[in-house]
Every structure is written in C-alpha cells, then in structure tokens.
C-alpha cells in the first residue's frame, strides 16, 4: 500500500529500522493509515513463511496462543479473516491500543518482531519475548530473557524450555 500510495519502489528488506515511516519518507500519521489500507486488502498480504498454520498448530500442543496486535481497531476483523484463510488455530484475539500496551497483559511470554517491545521486556524479572527476526530488529542484542528465531519452527522447543526452566510445565 505504501509503494501504490506513495509512488514508491519498497520492499520489506528496505525496512532495516522499528520507524518504518521515515524509511517510507512519511509522516508516522500516514504509514499508519497506509497499513490499515493494507489490512483492507488482506487478500494481497502473505504469510512470513510457508505452512504457518502447521507450525503455530504445533505451538498449541503445548501452549496457549493467543494473536495479540496493536493495530487499529479497524483491522480485526480484517486480520481474523486472514488468520482463517490461512487455516492459523488460536486460543483468543486480543487487541491493544499500541504495540507497547501488550506489556499490560498478563502474559509470560510474547512473540513479536518488535524491537521495542523486546527491549521493555529484557527489562523485567517475569517475562520472556521470542523475536521473530524482521529487517527491522537485527540489530537488536538478545540476552537470558530474549530468543531470537529466524522461523516458526524453532518456536515451540523455545517456549517448551522456557516452561521448563520457569517451573510451568
């Protein structure tokens, strides 16, 4: 939507930093208007690899998963709609105000691709973020409380060990 909207030539591996919009060479106003656009479209949007579903259905086996976004509310039912053309199971969807705000859920582990989010909780003593690697957060250091996977499938024996260790399996 970004490239039809803006006349121009980008591709995910052009987004190497969290403030897409100044890649984009937009105000932060008009990329997230552009990626409810896009949401509208969710036809055109690809999964980030291939058999999703098969690998988030394993993640259930042993865990709850629930899809949790910090989009617009414009863009659920949109997303619930992708989530069920691509067959991807879950427990509950949770929308929040902003990326940031899912710190305000009760969970002990996030998934996410967010930088951000991954360095607020480095911080605590009682959560652990897996980072699913974009362009956008290679540069991001991990330590004890944040894993980095490049796919799906290195999930679930991650959140298995982390059950382990944290005494909840």
Known sequence: MINMAHSTHLQVSSFVHW??????NI??????????????????????ETRLAEKIQKLL???????VTG?????????????????????SFVRTDSGMDKLRLSYA???DDSPE??????????RRGILYTQPWNKELAIN???????????????????????GQT
């Open 19 to 24: 403030k897409a919009w100044e890649i984009a």
């Open 27 to 48: 105000t932060k106003d008009e990329f997230f208007r552009d990626l409810d656009e896009a949401w509208f479209h969710w036809q055109m949007i690809p999964p980030t």
């Open 61 to 67: 086996e042993i865990a709850k998963v629930d899809i």
């Open 71 to 91: 989009r617009s509310s414009k863009t659920v039912t949109p997303a619930k709609a992708w989530l069920r053309q691509h067959g991807i199971q879950y427990n």
């Open 109 to 111: 582990i996030f998934i």
């Open 117 to 126: 989010l991954m360095e607020a909780i480095s911080s605590t003593t009682d």
């Open 144 to 166: 004890s409380r944040i894993f980095r996977v490049d796919s799906w499938n290195q999930i679930p024996k991650i959140v298995a060990e982390i059950l382990r260790i944290d």
